[in-house]
């Protein structure tokens, strides 16, 4: 079984945590996943652009020229969509581009997410990261000390939320908090590193395992 370091706060081998891809999820669906930060993405959309179309446009309605003799050809006001200046013919209309998968699907695409992490050595362990008010000096020396990179996207996740652990990191670059409940696919994917403490491992392994159990559960009754 794969075993992750537990590093301190001085980036010092603490200990071992036993934990493979298949503790979070038996197989890594890449559509699912795909589709799971297609969708947060799309909620994030602001969706407020739009354009004229010709009743819109300022300008009179009068026709241009008379229709016949001028050798031009025929044109009517000039707020035509085939003029410049004009409204546009198809014209865009604000949209709401968010939509939801479902519940069991995020959670499933999240846990498979945290699978590929540890699938690719892309997460890292620390065994407390706890602090008595924010700071933000300390935070970069505890990032720097684990080998992260500066600028390097990571998210640090805690067991619960944790605000001095938040405004600690809230200023450096590249560097994103949520707690393990807040996980989602896209947050998961979308950092370079992902940075948890013992604890939040703990509560995610679980819940995998939970998630894990209910469906062999509802399979056995099925």
Do not use: C, W
């Amino acid at each position: 079984m794969p075993k992750l370091t537990i590093y301190d706060r001085k980036g010092k081998k603490v200990g071992t945590y036993n934990v493979e891809p298949t503790d979070f999820a038996p197989r890594i669906n890449r559509q699912l996943l795909h589709d799971a930060v297609v969708m947060y993405q799309a909620n994030v959309r602001q969706g407020s652009h739009q354009t004229k179309s010709r009743g819109m446009v300022a300008g009179s309605t009068k026709k241009m020229y008379r229709q016949k003799g001028t050798g031009n050809a025929r044109a009517g006001s000039k707020r035509s969509g085939i003029r410049r200046g004009g409204g546009h013919i198809h014209r865009i209309h604000n949209r709401d581009y968010s939509y939801r998968l479902p519940r069991k699907a995020l959670q499933q695409a999240t846990r498979m997410a945290l699978a590929a992490k540890v699938r690719d050595d892309e997460l890292l362990v620390i065994d407390d990261l706890a602090f008595t008010e924010p700071r933000t000096k300390e935070m970069a020396s505890i990032l720097a000390h684990l080998d992260v990179q500066r600028g390097q996207s990571v998210l640090v996740t805690t067991a619960k939320h944790d605000a001095n652990v938040y405004r600690s990191a809230r200023n450096i670059e590249g560097v994103s908090v949520a707690p393990a409940g807040d996980l989602n696919a896209h947050a998961v994917l979308s950092s370079r590193r992902l940075l948890v403490t013992k604890a939040a491992l703990d509560a995610l392994v679980a819940s995998a395992k939970a998630a894990s159990a209910a469906r062999e559960t509802a399979g056995a009754e099925g």
